[in-house]
């Protein structure tokens, strides 16, 4: 397992929380999928239609979309210090789920994409429509990138991922971090230890 150096200090200091899918300004939008490619098997060289990176290990997440406040376990959400239960929603994009710390005014959150079946073939197919997107080191051999409709929520503590759950589904995980840890701390650090836990989570079946 991936050891995240930098993540204890952010979790000290209750830097977690995530963008979902509304537009609100600091708010993370699912990447559109007007665009996606028309074929989405990956090619001989393991990658997708747009240059996505093939899935190797894909997750069974089909008990998770019906619940996907349980992607984060009762002891990480006190390790992450979000002590606000879950907000499960249905929302168009895909069920997901936000964590809530008010006092800190951090949050997390998860989205499971299925408004399309091409999975993180999507956000590459919109690469140059996102002022934001970044490739990442993959997570389990799940395929990573920091992407957002908006420029600058990074400074303000803001990062979303698109993590590539199958070839044909992704998810959309965000964080905020503390206003206390705003312009000290990594907010796509942050994202990626809970993109980490949720993973293992959802390895494990529990």
């Given at each position: 397992?991936?050891?995240?150096?930098?993540?204890?200090a952010?979790?000290?200091?209750?830097?977690?929380?995530?963008?979902?899918?509304?537009t609100?300004?600091?708010?993370?939008?699912?990447?559109?999928t007007?665009?996606?490619?028309?074929?989405?098997?990956p090619?001989?060289?393991?990658?997708?239609?747009?240059?996505?990176?093939?899935?190797?290990n894909?997750?069974?997440?089909?008990?998770?979309?019906?619940?996907?406040?349980?992607?984060?376990?009762?002891?990480?959400?006190?390790?992450?210090?979000?002590?606000?239960?879950?907000?499960?929603?249905?929302?168009?994009?895909?069920?997901?789920?936000?964590?809530?710390?008010?006092?800190?005014?951090?949050?997390?959150?998860?989205?499971?994409?299925?408004?399309?079946?091409?999975?993180?073939?999507?956000?590459?197919?919109?690469?140059?429509?996102?002022?934001?997107?970044?490739?990442?080191?993959?997570?389990?051999?799940?395929?990573?990138?920091?992407?957002?409709?908006?420029?600058?929520?990074?400074?303000?503590?803001?990062?979303?991922?698109?993590?590539?759950?199958?070839?044909?589904?992704?998810?959309?995980?965000?964080?905020k971090?503390?206003?206390?840890?705003?312009?000290?701390?990594?907010?796509?650090?942050?994202?990626?230890?809970?993109?980490?836990?949720?993973?293992?989570?959802?390895?494990?079946?529990?």
């Amino acid at each position: 397992m991936r050891t995240w150096t930098l993540l204890p200090a952010l979790l000290a200091a209750s830097a977690l929380l995530v963008g979902c899918s509304d537009t609100e300004t600091g708010e993370a939008t699912p990447a559109a999928t007007e665009s996606s490619p028309t074929n989405s098997s990956p090619s001989e060289n393991g990658t997708a239609p747009g240059g996505a990176p093939k899935v190797e290990n894909p997750l069974d997440t089909t008990k998770f979309q019906q619940d996907p406040c349980n992607t984060l376990t009762s002891a990480q959400l006190q390790e992450l210090v979000l002590d606000e239960p879950g907000e499960p929603d249905d929302a168009e994009a895909g069920p997901n789920c936000i964590w809530r710390n008010s006092e800190a005014q951090s949050r997390a959150s998860i989205v499971f994409v299925t408004a399309g079946n091409h999975g993180i073939s999507d956000v590459y197919a919109n690469r140059d429509t996102n002022p934001v997107f970044e490739e990442l080191p993959a997570i389990e051999g799940h395929p990573v990138v920091a992407y957002d409709a908006v420029e600058g929520e990074h400074e303000k503590g803001y990062c979303t991922l698109a993590v590539g759950a199958t070839d044909q589904l992704w998810l959309s995980i965000g964080v905020k971090i503390s206003d206390a840890t705003v312009g000290q701390r990594d907010p796509c650090v942050a994202a990626q230890g809970v993109a980490e836990m949720m993973i293992n989570t959802m390895q494990g079946g529990s």
